[in-house]
């Protein structure tokens, strides 16, 4: 089951954020601002936010393998489509179709560990789970860079779509079938809607949900803007180059399934807070203007980022007493928001105040993430 959620997660990150590491040639190709071009990783994000909802109903009614297979088949054909795009309000709109077929995997894919794993492992499975996601994620990035440098962003783009389709048979092949699943049987329990407001009526799932949305939105930032800094003066570095520095997202692969492993001696929250300056100390040292220091900077910040990920996301249907879906996608939803919010909007302090001023957005988002935890989990039970 791991080893086909692995191919899933990277069939969907891949080409998910994909698109991060060509957004200089994507803003010369169209003549746009950096701000403009990220909308193309934001278009994406709105539409997988918007979707995990609807998949996680469908997971429901459908069982949670099927309704993966549905979603991860869509999106490879769609981002395969993508590279046709002649302009690029078509190029958005594909993307937002993208994102939303993409939404089916993280929707269901928490839940479907849960059901199937025993208790016990569910926060390691978790952190295995998300340890998978960064790998897709750092393949899309170092795919698509090099690629765009020796032909153009299309061609980037065209080679993840492909990769991503051969992840998706692996995961289709290998994924078995459900075993702790029972459909939900019209009008037998609560309605979508029921379940969806008792889990936005409860403080600490709520805290759980503004984890996601605060400490992603800064994540997409500092990476979605890493390229027009890496390609500019002092660096001066080649597409090619500046997309190794993706690297660091094997920080995140290593400290995702850690976290998971602390949380058994140590407790979901004191992990999670662990994180928060983590996620400071390495924006800080980003600051530099040496190389091998930015590099470092990233690397802990990606760690430290995808530790209180991997807690907050495995946490999430294990608080939640009814729609235990729903939960999990409302996660997903806040996350994703967050994503397209913030990661935009980073993109203003960047052109107004440099990397310093996106530094120190990033981190007032992880410093609010960090309170909001503090005041809904004080006096809980830290485990």
Same mark, same amino acid.
Not at 92 to 110: N, Q, S, T
Not at 345 to 369: D, E, R
């Given at each position: 089951?791991?080893? =086909?959620?692995?191919?899933?997660?990277?069939?969907?990150?891949?080409?998910?954020?994909?698109?991060?590491?060509?957004?200089?040639?994507?803003?010369?190709?169209?003549?746009?601002?950096? $701000?403009?071009?990220?909308?193309? *990783?934001?278009?994406?994000?709105?539409?997988?936010?918007?979707?995990?909802?609807?998949?996680?109903?469908?997971?429901?009614?459908?069982?949670?393998?099927?309704?993966?297979?549905?979603?991860?088949?869509?999106?490879?054909?769609?981002?395969?489509?993508?590279?046709? !795009?002649?302009?690029?309000?078509?190029?958005?709109?594909?993307?937002?179709?993208?994102?939303?077929?993409?939404?089916?995997?993280? !929707?269901?894919?928490?839940?479907?560990?849960?059901?199937?794993?025993?208790?016990?492992?569910?926060?390691?499975?978790?952190?295995?789970? *998300?340890?998978?996601?960064?790998?897709?994620?750092?393949?899309?990035?170092?795919?698509?860079?090099?690629?765009?440098?020796?032909?153009?962003?299309?061609?980037?783009?065209?080679? %993840?779509?492909?990769?991503?389709?051969?992840?998706?048979?692996?995961?289709?092949?290998?994924?078995?079938?459900?075993?702790?699943?029972?459909?939900?049987?019209?009008?037998?329990?609560?309605?979508?809607?029921?379940?969806?407001?008792?889990?936005?009526?409860?403080?600490?799932?709520?805290?759980?949900?503004?984890?996601? +949305?605060?400490?992603?939105?800064?994540?997409? $930032?500092?990476?979605?803007?890493?390229? +027009?800094?890496?390609?500019?003066?002092?660096?001066?570095?080649?597409?090619?180059?500046?997309?190794?520095?993706?690297?660091?997202?094997?920080?995140?692969?290593?400290?995702?399934?850690?976290?998971?492993?602390?949380? %058994?001696?140590?407790?979901?929250?004191?992990?999670?807070?662990?994180?928060?300056? %983590?996620?400071?100390?390495?924006?800080?040292?980003?600051?530099?203007?040496?190389?091998? %220091? *930015?590099?470092?900077?990233?690397?802990?910040?990606?760690?430290?980022?995808? =530790?209180?990920?991997?807690? =907050?996301?495995?946490?999430?249907?294990?608080?939640?007493?009814?729609?235990?879906?729903? !939960?999990?996608?409302?996660?997903?939803?806040?996350?994703?928001?967050?994503?397209?919010?913030?990661?935009?909007?980073?993109?203003?302090?960047?052109?107004?105040?440099?990397?310093?001023?996106?530094?120190? +957005?990033?981190?007032?988002?992880?410093?609010?993430?960090?309170?909001?935890?503090?005041?809904?989990?004080?006096?809980?039970?830290?485990?």
């Amino acid at each position: 089951m791991l080893l =086909a959620l692995l191919f899933g997660g990277l069939a969907t990150f891949a080409q998910l954020y994909s698109v991060q590491a060509v957004l200089p040639g994507i803003a010369r190709e169209f003549g746009i601002s950096a $701000a403009d071009a990220a909308l193309s *990783v934001s278009a994406a994000t709105i539409g997988l936010a918007l979707a995990v909802i609807p998949w996680s109903a469908i997971a429901d009614r459908c069982g949670r393998k099927r309704a993966m297979t549905w979603a991860i088949t869509a999106a490879v054909v769609l981002g395969l489509l993508l590279p046709l !795009a002649p302009g690029f309000p078509a190029m958005l709109g594909l993307r937002f179709l993208e994102g939303a077929a993409l939404g089916g995997i993280p !929707a269901v894919a928490l839940v479907y560990l849960n059901e199937e794993v025993q208790r016990l492992h569910a926060a390691v499975a978790a952190g295995t789970y *998300v340890a998978g996601t960064t790998i897709g994620g750092l393949t899309g990035r170092l795919v698509a860079g090099p690629l765009a440098e020796l032909w153009d962003w299309r061609a980037g783009v065209l080679a %993840v779509s492909i990769l991503a389709a051969l992840a998706a048979l692996a995961f289709v092949r290998l994924a078995p079938a459900p075993r702790g699943f029972r459909p939900l049987v019209r009008g037998e329990g609560p309605g979508l809607p029921a379940r969806i407001l008792a889990n936005l009526r409860s403080p600490r799932l709520l805290a759980l949900y503004a984890q996601g +949305f605060l400490l992603m939105g800064g994540f997409v $930032a500092v990476y979605n803007y890493l390229g +027009f800094r890496l390609e500019a003066p002092p660096f001066n570095l080649p597409p090619s180059l500046a997309s190794l520095l993706f690297l660091a997202y094997l920080a995140g692969t290593v400290s995702s399934r850690l976290a998971g492993g602390l949380t %058994v001696r140590f407790g979901r929250l004191r992990v999670l807070l662990a994180s928060i300056p %983590v996620i400071l100390g390495g924006l800080a040292i980003t600051l530099s203007d040496w190389l091998p %220091v *930015v590099l470092l900077g990233l690397l802990v910040f990606t760690a430290g980022f995808f =530790a209180a990920h991997s807690v =907050a996301s495995g946490w999430t249907p294990r608080l939640a007493e009814v729609g235990r879906s729903q !939960a999990s996608s409302l996660y997903n939803l806040f996350y994703y928001a967050g994503s397209s919010l913030f990661g935009w909007a980073g993109g203003l302090f960047f052109v107004q105040f440099g990397w310093t001023g996106l530094a120190v +957005f990033a981190g007032a988002l992880a410093v609010l993430a960090g309170t909001t935890a503090v005041l809904a989990f004080r006096g809980a039970d830290r485990g």
